[in-house]
C-alpha cells in the first residue's frame, strides 16, 4: 500500500494551495482530483487582496495576474435599468495600477502588500495547476475520486478510484478534503454543515460575446447590475457571465436563456453560450473542521452566497493556515494543540464571513426594494430623470459593502488561540468596513514597503521570523527555536518611519504573517521556552 505524509482530497484552488504550501516546506503530498481536468466553470471572479499576499508568498502572483483583466482596469460596480436604458449609480473602485499608487503613496500599514484581482476560476485554476504539477514534493492527479476513507490513531486509509475504475488503496498520516461543497471526505467522518441551507434559486449563463458597445455601455465596470440579476465582466473583452434568478415554475432545464440574457440587457445580441446551469447557494458552515487525522478546508467546511466573493478567498486563508502547522507536526516542531489550533482559528472566520456575506445579500435585497418603490425607471421624461436620480441616491446610500469590507478581508484576527501568546490590554479592531492596522498578537501583521519599495512580507522567513525593530534581537528566543528545531530568521528594521508604523520592539511572526508574541525585549531563557513552546502548541495558555 502506498504511503504518504498528505492526502489531500480535490484539486481546486484551496487544494491545489495547500500542496504547493505543503511542498514550499518540505512536505510531500499526493493531491488527487475526481474531475479530468480543471473547471470550466467560473465560481468566482474576485481573488482579494489578502489572497493575493498569500500566493505572492507561493510566488505564482505574476503567473496569476498574466491571466486576470489588465491592471488598468477598473473595479466599479453600476447598478442600470437595463443595458439599453439608465445608469442609476455607480460606486468607483481603483484598478491595480492605481491601488499600486495607493499602497506607495500611504506606506503606513493601513495598506496590503497586493492589490485585488480580477479574475475567473476558469484562469485561476490553471495555473495553479501548472504551479502544483511543478512542486517537487507533490504527486497530483486528476480524473482519480477519493471514495471511502477509514482512520486509527496512527493513520488515515483512503480508498481511491481511478478513471478506470479500478480502486488503490493510500496510507497517509493526515488527510484533507478540499473536496468542495458536497465533500465525500466530509461525509465519511460524519460532520454536519450548519446554517441555512438554499437561500436563493441562482441560474449562471457563461457566454462569449464582441457586442462591448452593449455589454459595457457606460464604459468598463466589473458588475453592471440591476434586479434582473448581475452581469461579470470577466477578462473586459469577451468573455462574460450573467447570474440570475429563474422562475420557480420553471425546470432549470426548461429555462429559456436567451430570454434571460435578453431581459437583462434590453435586446437581443449575439453570443455563445459556454456554460448554462442552475445552481442554489447557502450560508452554511461545517460543525468542526476536523476528526481526528482527517481535515476540512475550503468549500467542504464553509459555504455562502459569493456576495463579497468570500468563499474561495476563505479558503485560501485555510489552505495557509493548516499548511505550516501540518508541516510542522510532520518536521516534529508542533506539538500537541498545534493542529487543534486550525478549527479554534479559521472556523471563526468562516463563521464571520458568512455572516459578513449575509449581510451583503441583505444590502442587494434592500437595493431590489428601492427598485420597486420606484416604479417606472424608463420614463424619457424631466419627471423620469428625477426618479432615475432619487434612486441612484438611494442605491448610494445603501452602499456596496461588499466591495468595500476590507476589515474583513484583512482584519480577521486569533487572539483566542491556543497558539498565540494574547496581549490582555490589546484592543484588536473588529470593523468589517475598515481595515485599521495593530500588532496585537493574533492579528495579521501590517504590511509596509521598505526601502527598496518591497512589501516587508518578502523579507519575512519560510517558517517563524523574529522581526525587531529598533531593538536588539532576543537571544533568548533565537536559543529556544534552536532546541525546538524550528527555523526563525531575525530581521533588524532601524528605519525610524517603519519603527514608527510598528513601535519599537519585537515581532515573532509566523508562516502565515500572524504575529504570534509581541514584546518590548525577552532576556529571560525561560520566558523565550514558554513563548516558543506556546506558539508551537506544546503548551496551553500561559
Known sequence: MKQVPVLIAGGGPVGMTLGCELSRRGIACLLVERNPTTTRHPKMDITNARSMELFRRLGVVDALRAVAVPETSNFDVSWITHLTGHELHRFRYPSVSDWRRLIRARNDGSMPAEPPMRVSQVEIEPVLQRAVQAAPMVDARWGVELQDLSQNQNEVIATLRMADGTTEKVGCRYLVGCDGGTSRVRDCVGIRLEGQWRVQQRFLTHFRSSDVDLLQRWGIAWHYQSPAGTLI??????????????????????????????????????????????????????????????????????????????????????????????????????????????????????????????????????????????????????????????????????GNAENQSFGIELGYAYPESEVICSDPGADIPDDPLHYIPTTAPGARMPSVLTDDGVPIFDRLGVWFTLACFGAPASEALVAAAARRGIPLEVLRIDDPHIVRVYGRGLLLVRPDHHIAWRGAACEDLREGDVIVSRVLGWNGPA
Open 233 to 398: 465582466a470577466q477578462n473586459d473583452k469577451d468573455i462574460w457571465t450573467l447570474q440570475t434568478r429563474w422562475p420557480q415554475e420553471v425546470a432549470p432545464e426548461d429555462v429559456d436563456i436567451p430570454a434571460l440574457l435578453r431581459g437583462f440587457a434590453g435586446r437581443d445580441f449575439a453570443h455563445e453560450i459556454l456554460v448554462a446551469n442552475a445552481w442554489t447557494p447557502h450560508f452554511v458552515v461545517a460543525e468542526r473542521y476536523g476528526e481526528r487525522r482527517v481535515l476540512l478546508a475550503g468549500d467542504a467546511a464553509h459555504q455562502y452566497v459569493p456576495t463579497g466573493g468570500y468563499g474561495m478567498n476563505t479558503g485560501i486563508g485555510d489552505a495557509c493556515d493548516l499548511g505550516w502547522k501540518l508541516a510542522a507536526m510532520l518536521h516534529g516542531y508542533g506539538g500537541p494543540r498545534l493542529l487543534a489550533s486550525y478549527e479554534l482559528e479559521r472556523r471563526p472566520v468562516g463563521r464571520r464571513n458568512c455572516d459578513a456575506a449575509r449581510r451583503h445579500s441583505e444590502a442587494r435585497a434592500e437595493i431590489a426594494a428601492v427598485y420597486r418603490a420606484a416604479g417606472d425607471l424608463t420614463a424619457p421624461s424631466p419627471a423620469g430623470d428625477a426618479v432615475r436620480a432619487a434612486t441612484g441616491r438611494r442605491i448610494a446610500a445603501i
